[in-house]
T-cell receptor
Framework: DGGITQSPKYLFRKEGQNVTLSCEQN?????MYWYRQDPGQGLRLIYY???????QKGDIAEGYSVSREKKESFPLTVTSAQKNPTAFYLC????????????FGQGTRLTVV | DQQVKQNSPSLSVQEGRISILNCDYT??????FLWYKKYPAEGPTFLIS?????DKNEDGRFTVFLNKSAKHLSLHIVPSQPGDSAVYFC?????????????FGKGTKLSVIP
């Protein structure tokens, strides 16, 4: 059963700590993305990767880091430099090509206290 | 600068009537457009798409219309059902080096009233 899995669904961290959000896909998609959703802000792109060992900054990359060592995995680290880390984080993957849709995971709700 | 705009944050419609959700874009390079539906605390799910070579695409109760000259697209849901109540996001992409990137609007919250 193909899909994209984010874990955990809920995550709590103390301010000043780094935290890594997991994203795994078994759809054999080349591209993977991280978005952040805040109330009234829609989906804003943090980072994306079109191929293994390569990734690009999105619109709001400051305070985040990623890696793409395997095609299936695209973990996101929220660092202590991110000023407002509390948000709903969404991972997505997309097949190569122009006319294809992105598939999303169920999201991780990160709360920093 | 917002390249994909959904100017109505919310919309209420009676069950059985038509829901029309609108989306405008500014980047003339966009040539593929998608609609996603999202429930709270869940990931968005793909609904329907349209490429710039078409002006209409239908899938059951859902129809998307594209007006390239006006840089406008709309999603029609008819008849609307209570289960359609969700946030709907419009997204766009452009062919070329950036073709893997989707740009989203801020969403429109649809409430279908029984």
């Amino acid at each position: 059963d193909g899909g994209i899995t984010q874990s955990p669904k809920y995550l709590f961290r103390k301010e000043g700590q780094n935290v890594t959000l997991s994203c795994e896909q078994n759809l054999n998609h080349d591209a993977m993305y991280w978005y952040r959703q805040d109330p009234g802000q829609g989906l804003r792109l943090i980072y994306y990767s079109q191929i293994v060992n390569d990734f690009q900054k999105g619109d709001i990359a400051e305070g985040y880091s990623v890696s793409r060592e395997k095609k299936e995995s695209f973990p996101l680290t929220v660092t202590s430099a991110q000023k407002n880390p509390t948000a709903f984080y969404l991972c997505a993957s997309k097949d190569r090509g122009w006319i294809t849709e992105a598939f999303f995971g169920q999201g991780t709700r990160l709360t920093v206290v | 600068d917002q390249q994909v705009k959904q100017n109505s944050p919310s919309l209420s419609v009676q069950e059985g009537r038509i829901s029309i959700l609108n989306c405008d874009y500014t980047n003339s390079m966009f040539d593929y457009f998608l609609w996603y539906k999202k429930y709270p605390a869940e990931g968005p799910t793909f609904l329907i798409s349209i490429s710039s070579i078409k002006d209409k695409n239908e899938d059951g109760r859902f129809t998307v219309f594209l007006n390239k000259s006006a840089k406008h697209l709309s999603l029609h849901i008819v008849p609307s059902q209570p289960g359609d109540s969700a946030v709907y996001f419009c997204a766009a992409s452009a062919i070329g080096a950036g073709s893997y990137q989707l740009t989203f609007g801020k969403g429109t919250k649809l409430s279908v009233i029984p």
